[in-house]
């Protein structure tokens, strides 16, 4: 079992910089698959950027390419996702969720543990 906290969420300008914190519980959080997604109003679910366990493998949704950075600390039980020069359409509910199995998925139903969630508002 596997509990998420997401934190770190705000309002920002356009151009602006965002820090999100996702702890987690249990201790066997270095065998997970851990990924951000994010909700707008009024439309589905998004795979943002996901990191599997082991490699750290990384992958990211092609709208955030260059601009996010996700990473993890297994000593901390802790993943991050660094948000840089973000646009009103980053705006949306930013959700942590985490995987039993080790590779990197983009699909949300795929995915075990869900954080609560964590309001990102970009102003334009």
């Known amino acids: 079992q596997v509990q998420l906290v997401e934190s770190g969420g705000g309002l920002v300008q356009a151009g602006g910089s965002l820090r999100l914190s996702c702890a987690a519980s249990?201790?066997?959080?270095?065998?997970?698959?851990m990924g951000w997604f994010r909700q707008a109003p009024g439309k589905e679910r998004e795979f943002v950027a996901g990191i599997r366990f082991g490699d750290s493998t990384t992958s990211y949704a092609d709208s955030v390419k260059g601009r996010f950075t996700i990473s993890r600390d297994n000593a901390k039980n802790t993943v991050n996702l660094q948000m840089n020069s973000l646009k009103a359409e980053d705006t949306a509910v930013y959700y942590c969720?985490?995987?039993?199995?080790?590779?990197?998925?983009?699909?949300?139903?795929?995915?075990?543990?869900w954080g609560q969630g964590t309001q990102v508002t970009v102003s334009s």
């Open positions: 249990g201790r066997t959080f270095s065998f997970y698959t």
């Open positions: 969720a985490a995987r039993r199995r080790p590779f990197i998925v983009t699909a949300w139903d795929d995915y075990d543990y």
